[in-house]
């Protein structure tokens, strides 16, 4: 089973950006999906970006043309890099694997949006 290591959280004033970092403790197969979720107090936890080993993202309509999510193959990292961020942005991100069915999740980060 694969470990995720999240790294780039904090906090930031409106407008600014942050880039988050998920290293996976095994290199990246085909099948695996990664993506990017993000959870607020009183809410259930919803994807925000997401990849496949073929370089397809997607994207939830609040972010669109202003997060990129990436992956670096050699280094089995996901990206997901936020600029002109909002406070509607504050939450705790989590990377995700999905393999075989199977979900996998890092420790999550939380993100503050300062107004």
């Known amino acids: 089973q694969v470990h995720l290591v999240e790294s780039g959280g904090g906090r930031v004033e409106a407008g600014g950006s942050l880039t988050l970092s998920c290293v996976a403790s095994r290199p990246l197969a085909t099948s695996d999906q990664m993506a990017w979720y993000r959870q607020v107090p009183g809410q259930e936890r919803d994807v925000v970006a997401s990849i496949t080993h073929d370089g397809i993202k997607g994207y939830i309509g609040a972010v669109k043309g202003r997060f990129a999510i990436s992956r670096d193959i050699a280094t089995n990292t996901v990206y997901l890099q936020m600029n002109d961020l909002t406070t509607e942005d504050t939450g705790i991100y989590f990377c995700?694997?999905?393999?075989?069915?199977?979900?996998?999740w890092g420790q999550g980060l939380q993100v503050t949006v300062t107004s």
């Open positions: 995700n694997d999905l393999i075989g069915g199977q979900f996998t």
